[in-house]
């Protein structure tokens, strides 16, 4: 199990990790979301033991990890970490560079790169040089090398950001069976959050270096304690409580999904609408109140400045 308990850190006086806690076991996918600067990438290099922290601890399987000022090359052998600005080698074909940390004499050498390949989907490139890939094959062939030499713990730094979506979805897919079938944990750092629900078995939501909640998926939807983590989700309506309930007079909003706010024909709030926005399956229909803008989905487009009614599937807000 890795354990991080209390990790205060701070590149000059400044904190940009301010008491973070958290346990994740072997196989497990944890993503760490939040807005950018919130301290991710920080994060993730306290836990690789990049950066020498004062306050707080790591520990793996109940061993204490002691980080830069303790070892000769900074980094845990049992762990990889795949960084934002990943480098490869360019001048050596995809196949070389994925078997790099791979010993010549191990004999499952070639098996072992064959089905890397396989996992990121770049088995038809495994002689072409470096150089001459797109930024989303280099950043695959970046993943299949952290993973060459199995490591039990995998740090992911956005991972998929130059990977089209078109791909991304059966690299996610591929990705994380591989990873749970050889029972390694892996930590992504994304702001993309589709990267995170369908797979996380937690999610970490980080704002200014504050680890502000730490959930499953489903709940953390299902119940976002703030807009900013909605936000993360879909887009995010906070609607004052007094605009939509007339017995209401009270200062309090409430947080409500697209799908949370429904068109009725009548006895419903009114609202005016702005514009429509197509979304393939359904519209995005932008809509004001009396002065709240609110967006909700609808299966057929709506005219500007139609007069409609609403009604919300109200749950409270903190
Ligand atoms: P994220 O990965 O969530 O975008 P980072 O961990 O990169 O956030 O950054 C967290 C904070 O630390 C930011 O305010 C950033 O400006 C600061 N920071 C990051 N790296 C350094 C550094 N090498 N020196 C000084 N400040 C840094
Ligand atoms: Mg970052």
Same mark, same amino acid.
């Given at each position: 199990?890795?354990?991080?308990a209390?990790?205060?850190?701070?590149?000059?006086?400044?904190? =940009?990790?301010?008491?973070?806690?958290?346990?994740?076991?072997?196989?497990d996918?944890?993503?760490?979301?939040?807005?950018?600067?919130?301290?991710?990438?920080t994060?993730?290099?306290?836990?690789?033991?990049?950066?020498?922290?004062?306050?707080?601890?790591v520990?793996? *399987?109940?061993?204490k990890l002691?980080?830069?000022?303790?070892?000769?090359?900074?980094g845990?052998?049992f762990?990889?970490?795949?960084?934002q600005?990943?480098?490869l080698m360019?001048?050596?074909?995809?196949? +070389? *560079?994925?078997?790099?940390?791979?010993?010549?004499q191990?004999? $499952?050498?070639? &098996?072992?790169?064959?089905?890397?390949?396989?996992?990121?989907?770049?088995?038809?490139f495994?002689?072409?040089? =470096?150089?001459?890939?797109?930024?989303?094959?280099?950043?695959?062939?970046?993943?299949?090398?952290?993973?060459?030499?199995?490591?039990?713990?995998?740090l992911?730094?956005?991972?998929?950001? @130059?990977i089209d /979506?078109?791909? &991304? /979805?059966?690299?996610?897919?591929?990705?994380?069976?591989?990873l749970?079938?050889?029972?390694?944990?892996?930590?992504?750092?994304?702001?993309d959050?589709?990267?995170?629900?369908?797979?996380?078995? &937690?999610?970490?939501v980080?704002?200014?270096?504050?680890?502000?909640? /730490? &959930?499953?998926?489903?709940?953390?939807y299902?119940?976002?304690?703030?807009?900013y983590?909605?936000?993360?989700?879909? +887009?995010? $309506?906070k609607?004052?409580?007094?605009e939509i309930?007339?017995?209401?007079?009270?200062?309090?909003?409430v947080l409500?999904?697209? *799908?949370?706010?429904?068109?009725?024909?009548t006895?419903?709030i *009114?609202?005016?609408?702005?514009?429509?926005?197509?979304?393939?399956?359904?519209?995005?229909?932008?809509?004001?109140l009396?002065?709240?803008? =609110?967006?909700? +989905? @609808?299966?057929?487009?709506?005219?500007? $400045?139609?007069?409609?009614?609403?009604?919300?599937?109200?749950?409270?807000?903190?």
């Open positions: 199990m890795l354990k991080l209390n990790i205060s850190f701070g590149y000059t006086s400044k904190e =940009v990790i301010k008491n973070i806690g958290f346990n994740a076991n072997k196989g996918y944890i993503a760490i979301i939040g807005e950018s600067g919130s301290g991710k990438s994060l993730l290099e306290i836990i690789y033991g990049l950066l020498h922290i004062e306050i707080g601890t520990h793996w *399987n109940e061993e002691l980080g830069p000022n303790f070892r000769l090359i900074p845990e052998d762990m990889k970490y795949l960084p600005d990943f480098d360019p001048y050596t074909t995809v196949e +070389e *560079n994925i078997g790099k940390y791979i010993s010549s191990d004999k $499952n050498k070639g &098996k072992r790169i064959k089905e890397l390949l396989k996992v990121v989907d770049m088995t038809e495994s002689q072409t040089k =470096v150089k001459n890939l797109s930024g989303g094959q280099k950043q695959r062939v970046a993943i299949a090398k952290v993973m060459a030499k199995e490591p039990e713990v995998l992911l730094d956005e991972p998929f950001s @130059h /979506n078109f791909r &991304k /979805n059966k690299l996610r897919r591929d990705l994380f069976k591989y749970k079938s050889k029972n390694i944990l892996c930590i992504v750092a994304t702001h959050t589709t990267d995170a629900l369908s797979f996380a078995d &937690k999610i970490l980080i704002r200014n270096g504050k680890l502000i909640a /730490n &959930k499953a998926p489903e709940q953390l299902t119940n976002p304690k703030s807009a983590i909605a936000s993360f989700f879909d +887009e995010i $309506n609607i004052p409580v007094r309930d007339s017995n209401d007079c009270s200062k309090k909003s409500l999904y697209p *799908n949370q706010i429904k068109l009725t024909e006895a419903g *009114n609202a005016t609408v702005i514009t429509s926005y197509f979304k393939g399956s359904h519209y995005l229909i932008e809509a004001i009396d002065k709240t803008t =609110v967006f909700f +989905e @609808h299966h057929i487009k709506l005219e500007t $400045n139609q007069q409609i009614f609403l009604k919300f599937a109200i749950s409270e807000a903190k």
